[in-house]
């Protein structure tokens, strides 16, 4: 049981006890592990001195062969400044090392990439940009994490500019390819057009921004996207550059008002934005068969049940402990080792389109319950890693 599953607060404060304790016992999730032999004298000349300086003054000469001479070709960091780690917000390097780690235990349990866990003391976007840029020769891609918005995309995109590796920020396309696929099936389950859809984002940060755009490159048109002060519009003032930029492409119908107001007669509710602020009167407002992704992470915007009350037909998470885990989970792994096999450099809007697609095919009969498939299901990684090109 979570700890955030638990009402009593003796009994959270005893289950955190647990984590805690069990995560000390453990030490660290992930090592190193050498994938050549040191048995004799002859081993070490060649993979150490004086052989190594061979191969060293090889990649001086040719560093495009560091991928097939080197850790490069199946490696990932996963980079984090702490600034907005899961639901608990700006906790820093060290509260982001653990989720750091866990990322990099899934890479080599999911997909078999070597990941390593990178947190930096620092949250100064163009610090993060020059650090990342100093270490990406060791890896074949970056895999950005829990970097706050609206910092995040200007990192992710002077990274993208800068590096001949793929970069993705997390947060915003794992979590928009995969809340993409569930939706390409829940449509199916509801019988709906995926373009005529109407849609509702609560959070119009890192992950909301990302699923908005990419639903749009889908062919949903009708897409409004709220942030505290309510929907993004053009015109609106005290917009950051990035929420205008967003507002130009999304709420055709210059819908204004708060969530309760424009949520009336949407098809789908995504909520990226923070624990407890749908309630099951916003989905009675909604249209018949309402689509519900509470996907705020570890306390999502609804709990299922209150969500089901309220007549939702469609009910995501991004828990495993309920049906319908919408989680990145599913996505990270198999794009980059799609792109390390490929030699992509850059993932496009198309691939992860394509990705999604992909994704969802894995659920032949969806049902309310089943729209996407789980995160152990063993044709995931190269199912997802095949529409990477």
Same mark, same amino acid.
């Given at each position: 049981?979570? +700890?955030?599953?638990?009402?009593?607060?003796?009994?959270?404060?005893?289950?955190?006890?647990?984590?805690?304790?069990?995560?000390?016992?453990?030490?660290?999730?992930?090592? #190193?592990?050498?994938?050549?032999?040191?048995? @004799?004298?002859?081993?070490?000349?060649?993979? +150490?001195?004086?052989?190594?300086?061979?191969?060293?003054?090889? =990649?001086?000469?040719?560093?495009?062969?560091?991928?097939?001479?080197?850790?490069?070709?199946?490696?990932?960091?996963?980079?984090? !400044?702490?600034?907005?780690?899961?639901? =608990?917000?700006?906790?820093?390097?060290?509260?982001?090392?653990?989720?750091?780690?866990?990322?990099?235990?899934?890479?080599? /349990?999911?997909?078999?990439?070597?990941?390593?866990?990178?947190?930096?003391?620092?949250?100064?976007?163009? /610090?993060?940009?020059?650090?990342?840029?100093?270490?990406?020769?060791? %890896?074949?891609?970056?895999?950005?994490?829990?970097?706050?918005?609206?910092?995040?995309?200007?990192?992710?995109?002077?990274?993208? /500019?800068?590096?001949?590796?793929?970069?993705?920020?997390?947060?915003?396309?794992?979590?928009?390819?995969? #809340?993409?696929?569930?939706?390409?099936?829940?449509?199916?389950?509801?019988?709906?057009? =995926?373009?005529?859809?109407?849609?509702?984002?609560?959070?119009?940060?890192?992950?909301?921004?990302?699923?908005? &755009?990419?639903?749009?490159?889908?062919?949903?048109?009708?897409?409004?996207?709220?942030?505290?002060?309510?929907?993004? +519009?053009?015109?609106?003032? !005290?917009?950051? #550059?990035?929420?205008?930029? &967003?507002?130009?492409?999304?709420?055709?119908?210059?819908?204004?008002?708060?969530?309760? #107001?424009?949520?009336?007669?949407?098809?789908?509710?995504?909520?990226?934005?923070?624990?407890?602020? &749908?309630?099951?009167?916003?989905?009675?407002?909604?249209?018949?068969?309402?689509?519900?992704?509470?996907?705020? @992470?570890?306390?999502?915007?609804?709990?299922?049940?209150?969500?089901?009350?309220?007549?939702?037909?469609?009910?995501?998470?991004?828990?495993?402990?309920?049906?319908?885990?919408?989680?990145?989970?599913?996505?990270?792994?198999?794009?980059?080792?799609?792109?390390?096999?490929?030699?992509?450099?850059?993932?496009?809007? /198309?691939?992860?389109?394509?990705?999604?697609?992909?994704?969802?095919? =894995?659920?032949?009969?969806?049902?309310? @319950?089943?729209?996407?498939?789980?995160? %152990?299901?063993?044709?995931?990684?190269?199912?997802?890693?095949?529409?990477?090109?």
């Amino acid at each position: 049981m979570l +700890y955030t599953e638990v009402s009593s607060p003796i009994s959270m404060k005893q289950t955190k006890k647990r984590i805690v304790a069990a995560f000390k016992k453990a030490g660290a999730r992930i090592e #190193t592990k050498s994938r050549v032999k040191l048995k @004799n004298k002859d081993d070490i000349s060649l993979w +150490y001195t004086p052989g190594v300086g061979a191969a060293s003054e090889h =990649l001086a000469a040719h560093p495009e062969d560091a991928r097939s001479m080197s850790v490069k070709r199946n490696s990932v960091a996963v980079v984090s !400044d702490g600034s907005a780690v899961l639901g =608990l917000g700006n906790i820093g390097p060290y509260g982001a090392l653990p989720v750091m780690e866990g990322k990099a235990l899934i890479f080599r /349990e999911m997909a078999g990439i070597d990941a390593w866990p990178i947190v930096l003391d620092t949250q100064d976007p163009d /610090e993060i940009i020059r650090t990342v840029l100093a270490i990406a020769p060791s %890896f074949g891609g970056i895999n950005l994490e829990d970097i706050k918005a609206p910092q995040c995309f200007a990192v992710e995109k002077a990274l993208i /500019e800068k590096l001949s590796i793929p970069v993705m920020h997390d947060d915003q396309h794992g979590t928009a390819i995969v #809340t993409l696929a569930a939706l390409i099936n829940a449509a199916k389950v509801v019988k709906k057009k =995926l373009p005529a859809l109407r849609v509702v984002i609560s959070g119009a940060g890192a992950a909301g921004t990302a699923v908005a &755009l990419l639903l749009r490159a889908a062919g949903i048109t009708d897409i409004i996207v709220l942030d505290r002060a309510g929907a993004l +519009y053009v015109g609106r003032p !005290d917009m950051n #550059t990035d929420k205008q930029g &967003l507002a130009l492409v999304t709420n055709p119908r210059k819908a204004i008002g708060d969530l309760a #107001t424009v949520l009336m007669g949407a098809d789908v509710f995504i909520g990226v934005s923070g624990p407890d602020l &749908l309630t099951a009167d916003h989905i009675r407002s909604m249209a018949g068969k309402a689509i519900v992704f509470a996907l705020s @992470n570890p306390v999502p915007e609804i709990m299922p049940d209150e969500a089901k009350k309220g007549g939702a037909f469609i009910v995501g998470t991004g828990r495993s402990d309920f049906p319908n885990q919408i989680n990145n989970a599913l996505v990270f792994p198999g794009i980059f080792r799609g792109a390390l096999d490929k030699g992509v450099t850059s993932i496009t809007q /198309e691939t992860k389109v394509r990705a999604a697609k992909a994704l969802a095919s =894995l659920v032949t009969n969806p049902t309310a @319950n089943k729209i996407v498939p789980d995160i %152990f299901d063993k044709r995931v990684v190269p199912t997802v890693a095949k529409a990477v090109r």
